[in-house]
């Protein structure tokens, strides 16, 4: 399924804005899209397995919080960061 | 190093913004400034392995993004991230975990164990690399030590206002089990292995603690940077939040060689920096510690002071720096000193700018200016 990418984790999917990663629930394709582009979860997963601050994640047009949700094909993810400080 | 170096030199600035590498030759009069390296990323510690002077690792944090390291093989020319960047072990369920925020500092492994290193985080943990950076692990002697919670603020709204850190990672160079370490928080001090990280004590005896009845615990002691000397093993020096103290191994006890600095400038700093060859030279950067500690150049007019007798006497070395109304503050990674004759010195402000000295702090120039907030200052050889 398509994931959007946020400027700041472009460095890991060589520019891409738009990938492909499959997985039955977030946290399935965090993982599928970890393998695609090594580094990319730990940047919006800390190891305690708790979303960073200032990530979101939406299915479709949902703010999910939880990874255990449940994904279908058609779904889109998209990644967004809201960098903030000065 | 027991013969002074004399060829190039490279200073690595890390900021808050990103980093910077400087690079002279030997005569040090003139000085290229290359970068930034990842600008906007915050980047803690800068530092070039002196084993193979080819390889630099980061210790940074993007925005929100969370820790890591980056590696370079080529002096900076390159970069890649760490394929396992520190992070603490996953906590058994229902268990509070915990998470690093940032990586606060870097240490090159002893000379025997050529592609490892050290890391310390906020909150404190001390992490160790067996493949030049690649992978990072959690040295389970320290995480798992039944005193961790004790030595490590468990509130972080407590501790130094970038969180608690763990830092000054310090290995005898005559054997690779015996480690030294800061810890700086509400709670700390200083704390010993000779077993490569199995086992932990405190090293504090003589040292005063910040803010608690009994001005000379066990721990909970605030050292700002632990040095030992390359070539004196048995030799230790501290700036302290309480001071300036020097340790004569084998004993175990602090004595405070910054009582002898001049009452007005006081023994207040976060850096301390050692002499290559001369166990008994120091320079220190003083910092006001009266009232509410504003933690600037005393009076507004900046000096670094030296000690050439272990502390017994201290000197002012202010010529070319700033004659008044210069509020400098230099945090604890943010001095150095290269390794010729005579000494290069090297600090860096939380202003942005870069002061180098070629002739033991005998005269500062302004090497640069305008950077964003300077974290981390190391000088290091380049070349042989």
């Given amino acids: ?86 | 190093m027991a013969t002074p170096a004399n060829g190039s030199v490279g200073v690595f600035v890390a900021t808050r913004k990103g980093a910077w590498i400087l690079r002279s030759d030997g005569a040090r009069r003139r000085w290229d400034l290359t970068g930034p390296i990842f600008l906007g990323h915050v980047a803690h510690h800068l530092v070039l392995d002196p084993r193979d002077r080819r390889s630099l690792l980061l210790a940074a944090r993007t925005g929100h993004l969370g820790p890591t390291v980056f590696r370079s093989t080529d002096q900076g020319a390159s970069w890649k991230e760490a394929s396992r960047p520190p992070a603490f072990p996953k906590a058994r369920a229902g268990e509070p975990g915990r998470v690093v925020d940032h990586v606060f500092w870097l240490s090159p492994g002893h000379a025997s164990e050529p592609n490892v290193w050290y890391a310390g985080t906020s909150p404190e943990g001390l992490f160790r690399s067996e493949d030049a950076g690649d992978h990072w692990d959690v040295v389970p002697g320290f995480e798992q030590h039944p005193m961790r919670i004790d030595w490590a603020i468990v509130d972080p709204k407590q501790s130094t206002p970038d969180g608690p850190i763990l830092h000054s990672i310090t290995i005898d160079p005559r054997d690779a089990r015996h480690l030294y370490i800061g810890i700086s928080g509400n709670d700390g001090g200083v704390f010993e292995s000779l077993d490569k990280g199995l086992n932990w004590k405190p090293l504090n005896a003589g040292c005063m603690a910040p803010a608690v009845p009994d001005p000379y615990p066990e721990y909970g002691q605030d050292p700002h940077c632990l040095r030992l000397h390359p070539l004196a093993p048995d030799v230790l020096y501290q700036q302290n939040h309480c001071g300036i103290y020097r340790m004569q191994r084998p004993a175990s006890r602090w004595e405070r060689i910054g009582e002898n600095m001049p009452k007005a400038v006081g023994d207040i700093g976060f850096p301390i920096v050692l002499h290559p060859r001369d166990p008994r030279t120091v320079w220190v950067f003083p910092m006001d510690g009266t009232d509410v500690w504003p933690r600037t150049s005393p009076d507004g007019k900046p000096a670094v002071y030296v000690t050439r007798d272990a502390g017994q006497s201290w000197q002012r070395q202010d010529r070319g720096l700033p004659a008044s109304q210069a509020w400098l503050t230099v945090r604890r990674q943010a001095m150095s000193a290269d390794a010729h004759d005579p000494v290069g010195l090297y600090f860096g402000t939380t202003s942005g700018e870069l002061w180098a000295s070629s002739d033991e702090g005998a005269q500062w120039s302004e090497i640069a200016r305008h950077l964003p907030l300077i974290h981390s200052v190391e000088a290091a050889e380049l070349s042989s």
Avoid: C
């Fill in chain 1, 1 to 86: 399924m398509k994931v959007w990418i946020p400027q700041a984790l472009l460095s890991y999917t060589d520019q891409r804005k738009l990938v492909e990663a499959h997985g039955a629930t977030l946290a399935e394709l965090l993982t599928d899209l970890d393998r695609r582009h090594p580094g990319i979860r730990f940047r919006m997963i800390d190891e305690q397995g708790g979303l960073r601050p200032h990530v979101r994640l939406f299915v479709n047009h949902d703010d999910v919080r939880q990874l255990d949700v449940p994904l279908r094909a058609t779904d889109e993810v998209h990644i967004f960061q809201a960098l903030s400080g000065g």
